[in-house]
């Protein structure tokens, strides 16, 4: 039986290579001056900005741009606002990878609040902060040159202060979705091999988390599995021997925000709950962070879906079942027999530590996580969503393995 | 490579049995006040009237009712207009089965319009009137009491005038989306088999076309997939012995919205491009209609498949595969080999075939439809993103086996 769910709304989808083109006349429905904000110089390198502009101009839509570097910190956000807010802005056009997106709609949530009040972001982030938002913002064309945190479908946008009294949190409303996401695989084509590789593994992860929560629906599964399937046939290509395949960008392009979709709806689990903790902690990309606690993490949680457990064993038979569906449509099968549970979910778990490897994801160690660290960080995490409780001493065994 | 699209917004989906308990809390969230729509008695006779006032009542939102019946006419709209227009309508709130949802999503859109310039709906449907709407409407909450339509998650409002001079024809914009759709399979426990029946060959006929679609992408692909699923081991069980069954209704219930949601962004083909002229001449429930053709345009389209063309022998190959997964998915089954495409095909259409009698539904002829009407009806049918053209001698064909 389908047992109750929600699904939030999802952005209006502009899919498609070339699709950019059409930046001027999307923003034109919000009114004729917008705040683009783009991340450090790739785009500009990539000719890609004079392309929007030029798209803007077209449009009839004038434009003032705001550049951020790196992972979006609440004041940087904070002193966009107060920059902007007696300023006529009809829409914030976010243009880059998941932190821009991310600094764009944490910027469109707060001009609206930011100019009656003059509130800090910081008072909105969840666990940090103690006001809720009441989801009135400025409205918001997200448009990804990433193909990863799918941040152009969901509803958050997670903020950073890095170093020992550290968090990476969230502001989030369901109003927050993107009214427009703009996805041109185009954009993808000449993001650096590290940043393809780590962006892709932290779709796959969204996208496995989903299909194994505890939140997961109908709707969710069916998109769930068409991401995996997206992934499957392109992560490692564009990361490997052909980043400049446009096909196969096309594919990461939709398991992204595929799997922004899914984890706004299905919600995370594990994985993100150890590597939130972590990229509070050090500076690391969001993407490799999943990538180094998706394998064992899994592994974990296999392990532990086999240990009987009386009232939970059909359950739990289940997402063993979802595991083996998914390491199967990863290597390209689109069925299993029910038989065949073990060897997939198996499969499963080898293609990720395969990937991992192929990928050359950088160990935790890299980013600085030393030994000394693994007990603090294992007792920060959460567990939220996941089919099954992992032991304190499972996520340090997890960290461990990656260290 | 998937091929360029987009996908316009979906509404706030809350889904599951006894959902109706939150509709003061959802009415709520957009003010005290709303115009409550209903269709006949039925809700009032299953004692779900009571409980939908008075969840109301304990979210603190009053309401004002109106109670249609039969197909909504624009005169109709109109008059509700006239009379609503100046009165406090914070939201629609749109209980009933397709008819009674579009009647509030006109009424929805036209309280804002009306307001300002006491325009006639008629001015704003495809193909009889001149003019645009913006989009603007009074937010609507669609709650249906029947599986089929899935108009709670469409952006377009089906108006008939029947007659000689009949039409039946949308008004329609992005915006009329549903801001919220709550779906509890409950509300369908007493719907009458005839209804059920027909409403379901509604929903099946709209996931298929838009599987068939070639406006067709990776995500309505996926959903429809999981709707077919849903439809298929349900339709027949609520429709004959087991109306009761709760899951069966809730799987219906599922796949009524979703394939609400694909024909939104893939389009329907041929058997809506018929039906809908059937509608607009004859009054036939609209399921009723869809039931009846689906059969025979099925039949026919897939013997136009096989047929060679130079150039989109590949494309149609693809289809008939589509044809076969359909068929397959309908029996339970999760996969089709490709050598086995022709076998599943086939079993697609004697699937809706037998369907059509098992389900008891009355040929046209039974809604008045003669001989001498088969060339007018065939030369008004549209064949809009059908995968292949159908002529005009095949659609008299196909009106001519159910008469």
Redesign the interface.
């Known amino acids: 039986?389908?047992?109750?769910?929600?699904?939030?709304?999802?952005?209006?989808?502009?899919?498609?290579?070339?699709?950019i083109a059409k930046i001027g006349e999307l923003s034109a429905r919000f009114g004729d001056s917008v705040l683009l904000i783009t991340g450090g110089g790739s785009l500009k390198r990539a000719g890609k900005l004079d392309e929007i502009t030029a798209a803007l101009h077209a449009g009839g839509v004038g434009y003032a741009v705001l550049s951020v570097a790196g992972e979006p910190s609440p004041d940087l956000v904070d002193s966009a606002v107060a920059e902007f807010k007696n300023e006529k802005i009809d829409a914030v056009v976010a243009v880059g990878g998941g932190s821009v997106m991310d600094f764009g709609k944490a910027v469109s949530a707060m001009l609206v609040v930011g100019k009656t009040d003059g509130l800090s972001v910081t008072e909105f982030l969840e666990g940090v902060g103690t006001r809720m938002h009441d989801g009135t913002k400025v409205p918001l064309i997200a448009v990804p040159t990433t193909s990863g945190t799918g941040s152009e479908a969901t509803k958050n946008a997670v903020l950073s202060r890095i170093g020992a009294d550290g968090f990476k949190k969230s502001i989030r409303h369901?109003n927050f979705v993107p009214n427009v996401a703009l996805i041109d695989p185009e954009l993808t084509l000449s993001c650096p091999a590290e940043v393809t590789a780590a962006c892709g593994m932290d779709a796959l992860t969204q996208l496995l988390e989903s299909y194994f929560s505890t939140k997961a629906?109908?709707?969710t599964?069916?998109?769930v599995?068409?991401g995996i399937r997206?992934v499957g046939k392109s992560l490692i290509a564009v990361s490997t021997k052909s980043p400049r395949n446009?096909?196969a960008r096309?594919?990461m392009a939709?398991g992204a925000v595929?799997s922004g979709i899914t984890l706004a709806n299905a919600g995370l689990g594990l994985v993100h709950g150890i590597a939130s903790v972590i990229g509070g902690s050090f500076d690391i990309p969001h993407g490799a962070a999943c990538a180094n606690i998706m394998g064992p993490a899994m592994k974990k949680t296999l392990e532990a879906l086999k240990e009987g457990v009386p009232g939970a064993d059909e359950e739990r038979s289940k997402v063993r079942w979802r595991f083996a569906r998914a390491g199967a449509l990863l290597a390209g099968q689109?069925?299993v027999r029910e038989s065949d549970t073990d060897e997939y979910s198996r499969l499963l778990i080898e293609t990720i530590y395969r990937w991992t490897e192929l990928l050359d994801i950088p160990r935790l160690g890299t980013y600085g996580m030393k030994g000394r660290d693994i007990e603090r960080l294992a007792s920060l995490s959460e567990n939220k969503n996941h089919p099954v409780p992992i032991s304190r001493e499972g996520i340090e065994q997890i960290l461990r393995e990656r260290l």
Do not use: K, Q, R, W
Not at 1 to 19: D, K, N, R, W, Y
């Open positions: 039986m389908i047992l109750p769910f929600t699904f939030a709304s999802i952005p209006h989808i502009v899919f498609g290579a070339g699709s369901d629906n109908p709707m599964d069916a998109l599995l068409s997206a446009l096909s096309t594919s939709y595929v689109e069925s």
